[in-house]
Nanobody, 125 residues
Framework: QVQLVESGGGLVQAGASLRLSCAAS????????MSWFRQAPGKEREFVAA?????????YYADSVKGRFTISRDNVKNTVYLQMNSLKPEDTAVYYC?????????????????WGQGTQVTVSS
């Protein structure tokens, strides 16, 4: 069982940066593929970024955030991060951390076993 707790969301102006964190419980964090998803009001939850398991650093991004967002993980601290730069109003959403069994990468919500409660990111124009 893995519990995920996100933090770092907030209200910022367009062009600003935020760093989200997701702290995971358990001793097997490194064995999980980790991702960030987001869900805007009235829309489906969508893939944002992923990082694979087993100590590797391969990362994957949605086209809408490529070049602006960076996902990383610290397997000692059991934490995954999402550095978000050059934020736009269309990035406004609740951001969720997800953990999936196996190496990954996974792009669909059904492929993930554990989810955090989400953290709100609001970008004003």
């Amino acid at each position: 069982q893995v519990q995920l707790v996100e933090s770092g969301g907030g209200l910022v102006q367009a062009g600003a940066s935020l760093r989200l964190s997701c702290a995971a419980s358990g001793r097997t964090f490194s064995t999980y593929a980790m991702s960030w998803f987001r869900q805007a009001p009235g829309k489906e939850r969508e893939f944002v970024a992923a990082i694979i398991a087993w100590g590797r650093t391969d990362t994957y991004y949605a086209d809408s955030v490529k070049g602006r967002f960076t996902i990383s993980r610290d397997n000692v601290k059991n934490t995954v991060y999402l550095q978000m730069n050059s934020l736009k109003p269309e990035d406004t959403a609740v951001y969720y951390c997800a953990a999936g069994v196996g190496g990954g990468p996974y792009y669909y919500t059904s492929q993930y076993n554990y989810w955090g409660q989400g953290t709100q990111v609001t970008v004003s124009s």
